[in-house]
């Protein structure tokens, strides 16, 4: 197992457990409110949690904070920026901005002032800030919600060939149509916590 | 050239003439602010009463003791006073704790670095010295410390999501910070900046006027608002640092998170 998920809780979230292998997506869906973007901050670490987190073996309170999060990557449903320009954002806008032409972002966008690009485009450009760190899990929360139809198949296809690469995702979605299509195993709110669906 | 003309409570009722038309204007352009003013006007007066009041018995004794307490007292108040600025305080008595802690260490090094270094009074605690210098660098500290806190966390508050971008980034949480961090300390140490360079220019410093009119030569008024200058800016600065880096540390943890649950929930 990649990546293993030990009875993770917080204020909000009900204990959350599932194991996920190299490669592996798992789709969560549930009701507004029920902690699924809790859960993918519990991971990351972002917020005072219990439980345990493994990656490769290695528990996540034996790493630094900063090194965990640089292997189990988080893109949230709106993503922040710091700086005044796009490219100020990528440690090597060059090599990013590959990565966000094949999202359908033009190669100049890195001297984008920030308030110049869309919701739609934020959150393409943050799907490959987080792909640039090169982590081995990805905690992808609605990174579709605010793109058009294209889009979103030029983000499922990246999203893809990374799982094919062996990266591990773990992916939001209200779409029940995108959740067939970006994972083989799903996570389902049945009203008391997030239970895995056997076989779809 | 000695003399000073002496003040009898008559002048005083007619200065305060002055800030009794602003509060008249107030209540005609229903402003909200007699209340206010009148309120501070009523303090100053009765807390300058009261310190001049402690200030000659102080003197008289010139006992290390009870300048201590005098500078305690004083530092508890400054604390106080700096919290109470706060827009968004820190829960659990933080905000008054980390101001009051980081007010002591600068105004205590600061005051005793200028008795032992510069002005060696002796005694070295002898409060006609040790006190008034404590009261200036204090006041400017108070100020630098409640605005540059203040900085902080509402900078904190603001920039969530620019912050937290960072973390999620792998970003260790002082470089996730610096921004706000700078900024606060930017805010803390702007006014003692401004005065420093319009003082001479602009503005003829409150301790200098007060120094001149009490009959001390110009020349020497102004080396001693030098001095006092160059102690508030040290004091100041050592402080908001103290108050800010120690603001970091609270509203942070050591997994790299941002703790904006440290700060009190606006009610």
Redesign the interface.
């Known amino acids: 197992m990649l990546m293993d998920v030990r009875a993770v809780r917080r204020t909000g979230l009900q204990p959350v457990s599932f194991s996920l292998a190299a490669g592996e997506g798992l789709a969560v869906s549930g009701p507004s409110g029920c902690g699924k973007s809790l859960m993918l901050r519990a991971i990351a670490d972002l917020d005072p949690n219990q439980g345990e987190v493994c990656l490769d073996g290695a528990l996540r309170s034996a790493m630094a904070a900063p090194a965990w999060r640089r292997l189990v990557g988080y893109v949230p449903a709106e993503p922040g920026w710091w700086a005044d320009t796009v490219g100020q954002h990528f440690s090597d806008w060059p090599a990013a901005a590959e990565l966000a032409a094949r999202l359908g972002l033009p190669l100049d966008a890195g001297d984008w002032p920030m308030t110049r690009p869309s919701s739609g485009e934020r959150l393409r450009l943050a799907l490959v800030r987080a792909l640039m760190n090169r982590p081995r899990v990805l905690l992808l929360d609605e990174p579709t919600a605010a793109l058009d139809a294209a889009s979103v198949t030029r983000v499922e296809d990246l999203i893809a060939e990374n799982l094919r690469a062996g990266l591990a995702v773990v992916w939001v979605s209200h779409d029940p149509a995108q959740v067939t299509r970006v994972a083989r195993r799903r996570l389902r709110w049945d009203g008391e916590g997030f239970r895995e669906e056997a076989g779809a | 050239m000695s003399g000073y003309i002496a003040l009898s409570a008559g002048d005083l009722a007619l200065a305060s003439v002055l800030v009794l038309c602003n509060a008249a204007l107030s209540l005609r352009w229903q402003l909200g602010l007699e209340r206010k003013l009148l309120v501070a006007a009523a303090r100053m007066v009765l807390q300058l009463s009261l310190m001049g009041w402690v200030l000659v018995k102080l003197f008289a004794w010139v006992s290390p003791w009870a300048t201590l307490l005098a500078a305690l007292t004083m530092v508890g108040f400054a604390g106080h006073e700096a919290a109470s600025r706060q827009q968004r305080p820190m829960s659990g008595g933080w905000s008054y704790g980390l101001g009051t802690l980081s007010m002591f260490l600068a105004a205590a090094l600061v005051t005793i670095f200028a008795l032992t270094g510069a002005l060696r009074p002796d005694p070295w605690y002898d409060p006609r010295y040790a006190i008034p210098l404590l009261g200036m660098i204090l006041g400017n500290t108070m100020t630098g410390i409640g605005l540059g806190l203040n900085g902080l966390t509402t900078g904190l508050v603001n920039?969530?999501?620019?912050?937290?971008?960072?973390?999620?980034?792998?970003?260790?949480r002082r470089s996730a910070l610096a921004?706000v961090t700078r900024e606060a300390l930017v805010s803390a140490m702007m006014p003692i900046i401004n005065t420093m360079s319009a003082s001479g220019v602009v503005a003829l410093p409150g301790m200098m006027t007060g120094q001149i009119l009490g009959g001390v030569p110009p020349a020497q008024a102004v080396k001693y608002q030098i001095l006092i200058l160059f102690l508030i800016g040290g004091g100041t600065g050592l402080g908001a640092l103290a108050a800010v880096m120690g603001g970091v540390y609270r509203l942070t943890?050591?997994?790299?998170?941002?703790?904006l649950d440290r700060l009190l929930s606006r009610s």
């Open positions: 920039r969530r999501a620019a912050i937290e971008a960072r973390l999620m980034l792998g970003h260790d921004p943890d050591d997994r790299h998170r941002l703790r």
